[in-house]
């Protein structure tokens, strides 16, 4: 019967959606370094699907808040009373890395659309046509701009490109992100201004 | 570029930038030496680091405010939060971040406190709308008045309060150098408004000289109940902020703060904060020196130390001051004063030189102590007998006569019954408060709780107003059994259905019951096949916690068979063993669907043909315990809830899953598609609604505001509409497009079960756990309940018809509108070419004449049975207020003018009667009695004066009670016997004035700005005011303390009246409606 096949697609299983990621968490916490990688595609997937629905319903300007989308999968994924900073902290870590990367993949998809020679329009490019042609943005700046200019200070100082990385996409603060790179504040801090200043000057000329 | 270039770039550009911004070219043409490019470059950096706007700013990266409970503080300004803007810092604590903040409608600035995400949980997040509800509520010149409480994007919870300029209490005294006696009298102000949280039971509960703000000697105290709102349970939290705050907190803390119980900490706890300052203003010290020890040991010393006496500190205080001081300090609550109202009294009493209440109870206390230190001799003793030890240790102590002795308890029965009294009228302003408190927050059961508590005897319009609001619907009708299913409409839209009962429970077999729909009336009915139909095409499916509705199969239903002739065990191939858990059936009747679970406990899914035209097909399914199941109206999906935060949508064709609603974080259970099976809306037990798109399982929306699980949804037939029912007992309408919430219904007692929306859209009908099936008004119709619409401009003059059910507006667009108060609807205008803005307008005492005067001064009495200005009767001139005289006559007082003139429009004819006393004068306010004039200050800023009419005399010793009046037509208003006048004055407060008595009587305090409207109720028994800040103040006219305050108008509120019968309070506003209050 064609009901068999089907029942492995309907698969009616109760899924506790918040219970791996804390566990998975709690791993990380204790030093499991293969954490880490079961941690991402979760934080991925979650993310790509927030950062979908948001892109359907956005305004034209297309200022996404990576923030909010990482602060809203950790409340989807591990709800808001574990308020651990350290959990917290490793969340977003993770989170600032795919984030970084759903951006770009889709930016970069959008951008394929613009010139008319997109074969794999899935996925992201949910988005009215009158939207597509805008640029998305990330911390005022084009996203795809940004990252070539991050690529260029991760060969210079890579320390100084993963504090952009946590504070633009994780939305971390400079403690926090400090607490992640295992280094002090003001480390942190100093890197943040110089990588900051750095960029800004690459994208202005990159502008003009 | 090379790393080492970079490196030695990034060390110039570290070092640079913390120097001043003055110093760093210097330093950098310093440290660079010859390497132009290396200076160029590190300075172009340096002008990028400090660019304002533009890209990777801290607002650009952080568009939401961090969730992390350990962020730093956000430094950009101005930024926005919601209706404010963020302006800078005034404060940080171990809950939140104080900010100064602007906002633009109204335009002010305020003091907007932000609570930490981390500590609010869900169920914090329900405590504190409820309780939010309830500070907004506290209006009191004496207490930083909390404008609006919410949560934020991130819900995070947040205070908008005034915010107010003063210096902390102790620096304000001694900066001032206040006499002992000054001090007194300040503190006395602050228990006053202390008292007036206390009696709508909000406790501060971290009362200090910091939280209290002194500006030209009125305090205003900050936070209060803040500490209750976000759940901050006493010492637990309080002990784990940081130390430098707890050192601020710990003296203020009663004992039983201390000691961590806080089913004990009640107002009292803040008697005794105000004792501990008390004591701190008039000695300088701490009556507990705590400082610089642990916190244990600073703790044991308030459980268990007696504090240095006051007049050991300073000998002049010896006596009643140290008795009260004592007496707020008693480590037992029970010997404290009860409320910090009597703290006050006893201060005011000492310093008018009167005897304090406190010795009295002190030397009963020490009577008892005498008894307790001669236990031998008393033991054993009948009460009586102690007191009468007691009396005549009274008599040898004070040398009382007997008689004097007797008046003593008499006047303590009197007042022990006056307490009681007062007792009582206190639990009903707390209960209304409560009310009022758990509309607001959508808290239906706290709020009928509430005013079931309220005593019977006091009840009276307030009761009746917020009792209405417990049901919004139209009609219900009781009687549905526990089993009873949702309802659904005939195809004409007229009649409704339930089928009510269940196969699985013996004589519970279902019954089909039907209403007419519009009336609510209920039709007799027996039909097997709409029965069976009723149940498989109802809203509900199955409900909850595995209960079997139907646990035999097919073949023991034959009633089943009527609907679904070819269902049978057999041809779904179930085995006999299987019971049927949720059925349904799709619109078009061509599809049946239903779960079933074998003795083994699996569960399988059937799809089948009732007919028998298709092979039904079987999936095995694992299951939770409860299950929803729902075609699309062309039956091509079916939703599957399995018990699971997630449903899955399936083709019914191939039976392979389309999409997966991935998204709540509960149970899913109830789910409704759009017409055209696009989208569908789901209901879960995490309290949101979610939309999403059936094809792709994206979530598209998500509404939030159901305070407990969701186990109905619905959409509208133009999908533009979205209902929900929750176990709170609310059912909630959302825009279809944005899910914004457009209204909450009340009504239901506890789970709403199914909605159904009628043809037109233009009503919904629900059923309920209660038993009860209701019927609610939607659309334009709903908008418009209570609401009078149709004016173009600010609403000014109201008044209600002396015998109809009618209402007569004026607006500044120069028209009179008459409205029907049982319909809402306007039924007449009254408009002349030429009429300027609406200004005034009577009716005569049957009703048939109503005058208006517009603002181009013109006088018209119209025919209300016509909607006609009668000929001859415009008069041009200055008169303001005229009103209609009993015997149909019109009394004018012209302003400017020194006379009154009595008018028959008929004939014109004129009776003009001098007031020679009066100087130049402003608009007057007759009143009911036509004996009093109030008349207006001719100039802005001159008095106001009371005229007496018939003794032709100026009753000037009121003037200085009534400061305002500058306004013209802002008045006050009389109370319908005559009796007393209530004058809005410039302190935001009311006072009451007895012109028979000529004295001061009272004042009404709550107002937070200016007033611009009061109207006695017609039994004279309440008093309403409102004025700028839209709140409608309901106050007791004996007791002059505030009972309700009613809120809905978005802008001022300028005039307010009553109907004849009292039922109806109308206001008029400045947001072009007039809305109706039924207190009925």
Redesign the interface.
Known sequence: MAADSASDELGLRIVDSSGPVTQILADVASGRDSAVQRLLPLVYEELRRLARSHLRRERPDHTLEPTALVHEAFLRLVGPEIAQPKDRAHFFAVAATAMRQILIDHARRRGAQKRGGDMARIDLDVAQPAERNEPVMVGGADVLALEAALQKLAERDPRKARIVELRVFGGMTCDQSAEVLGIASKTAEADWYMARAWLRRELVADFE | ?S?AR??RI?AL??AA?NRPAAERETFLREACGDDEALFLEIA???E??S?ER????DA?????P???????IDTDFPRPFGRYQLLRVLGQGGMGIVYEAQQDDPNRRVAVKIIR??L???GLIRRFRLEAAVLAQLQHPGIAHIYETGLG???QPYFAMELAPGRPLMEYADSLRLTPRARLALMARICDAVQHAHERGIIHRDLKPGNILVNDNSPKILDFGVARVIGQSDQNVTLRTDAGQLIGTLPYMSPEQVAGDSSRIDARSDVYALGVMLYELLSGRLPLDTRNRPIVEAARMIRDDEPTRLSSIATHFRGDVETIVTKALEKDAARRYVSAGALADDIRRYLRDEPILARRATTWYQLQKFARRHRELVAGLALTFIVLVASLVIVAAYALREADLRRLADDNTRIAQNNAAAERRATYRAMISAAAAGLAAHDVAAARNALAAAPEELRGWEWRYFNNQLDHSTWHSGGLGPDQWGAILSDDGKTLYVSDGSFGIPNAAPVLRAWDALTGRPIACDDPALNIRAMLRSPIMQRRWNRIIMPHMFDEQPALRIVLPSITNQSLGARRDETLHCATLSDDESLFACYTQGGDRRYS?HIASPTGKREP????????GNMRLLFDHAARRIA?G?????V?I?DTN????VSRL??H?DTAMAFAFSTDDRLIVTGAWDNTIRIWEVE?G????IGRGHADQIDAVSFSHDARTIASGARDGTVRLWNANTLECTAVFHGHRGDVLSITFAADDAALFTTGRDGTIRRWEIGSKRQHRDVLVGHESYVYPIQFHPTRPMLASGGWDGVFRLWNTQTDEQIGTMFEEGMSYARHLDFNADGSRMLTVSEDKVLRVWDVETGRALSGTEATTQWWQPRFAADGRILLMRNGAREVTWWTPETDDCEVAPLDSLGEIGPPLVSPDRRYAMIAGRQPGQPAELYDLVEDRSLREFSDQCERFAERHVLGAFDPDSRYWLAARNDNTIAVLDLAQRRFVAQLVGHADQIFTIAFSPDGSRIASAGRLRTIFIWDAKTHQPLAQLQGHTSYVWALTWSADGSILASSSGDHTVRLWRGD
């Open positions: 570029m790393d970079f490196a990034d550009f570290q930038i172009s950096l340096l990028h680091h660019a533009g890209i990777l700013t650009a990266i952080a568009l939401a961090s969730l992390t409970p350990d962020d730093s995400p981390g609010a949980t869900p994007d991130l819900r899914l097909r079987t999936i095995p399914v694992e299951l939770g599957c399995d018990g699971s935060a997630s899955v399936i191939s039976a392979h899953e991935i998204g974080t792709t994206l979530c598209i929306g």
